[in-house]
């Protein structure tokens, strides 16, 4: 059964620091990593993909991936409680070679005034 | 660029009914997918459908059926509703052919069995 592992959290760090979320994934044969912000009662919303080893950054986002040890973060500095949310990390499965994402129990970020 | 659409928003269903949600994908978007939301097993994959095939299932019961139609637009179907399908189903669409392109979720649709 292939995972998606997240810390559930929650994480807490004050405004203006920055967070970091984490998650390791089981299916090395995986190509596309994705990021999904989720306000409680609303639906996820993308704020990061990420296919090639290394950096992405958009703005205040980082996504970082290390294929072969099977691990993404997702960094975001001057962390604002705007940025409260669940954050859920999301996988391609390859072998269906469809878009089947498997996605973690997501991690939840709390920004303190 | 209009988003993902669910109709309705919510429902409240009496166990054994049959119910019916419905997604409009971002236009020119060939793929939508379903996944089911609850508090103990999180986002879990149902089916996803790419010019009207279904191309992948997840490990849900014959209850859960989905169709796509020619204009991409997508129903999802449970039958003998039980009250373990209380959930937030969703519904993503992305404009991918092959595995890793971007999804984008609707609104989703709040589904309450009693």
């Known amino acids: 059964q292939k995972e998606v592992e997240q810390n559930s959290g929650p994480l807490s760090v004050p405004e203006g620091a920055i967070a970091s979320l984490n998650c390791t994934y089981s299916?090395?044969?995986?190509?596309?990593f994705f990021w999904y912000r989720q306000y409680s009662g609303k639906s996820p919303e993308l704020i990061m993909s990420?296919?090639?080893?290394g950096d992405k950054e958009d703005g205040r986002f980082t996504a970082q991936l290390n294929k072969a040890s099977q691990y993404v973060s997702l960094l975001i500095r001057d962390s604002q409680p705007s940025d409260s949310a669940t954050y859920l990390c999301?996988?391609?499965?390859?072998?269906?070679?469809?878009?089947?994402?498997?996605f973690g129990q997501g991690t939840t970020l709390q920004v303190k005034p | 660029k209009a988003g993902v659409t669910q109709t309705p928003r919510y429902l409240i269903k009496t166990r054994g009914q049959q119910v019916t949600l419905s997604c409009s994908p971002i236009?020119?978007?060939?793929?939508v997918s379903w996944y089911q939301q609850t508090p103990g097993q999180g986002l879990q994959f149902l089916f996803e459908y790419f010019s009207e095939t279904q191309r992948n299932k997840g490990n849900f019961p014959g209850r859960f059926s989905g169709r796509q139609f020619s204009n991409s637009r997508s129903e999802m179907n449970v039958s003998t509703l039980e009250l373990g399908d209380s959930a937030l189903y969703l519904c993503a669409s992305s404009s991918q052919t092959l595995g890793g392109t971007e999804a984008f979720f609707g609104q989703g649709t709040r589904l309450t069995v009693v």
């Open positions: 990420i296919y090639s080893n």
């Open positions: 236009s020119g978007h060939r793929s």
């Open positions: 999301a996988v391609n499965e390859r072998s269906s070679n469809t878009g089947k994402l498997i």
């Open positions: 299916d090395r044969g995986s190509q596309s």
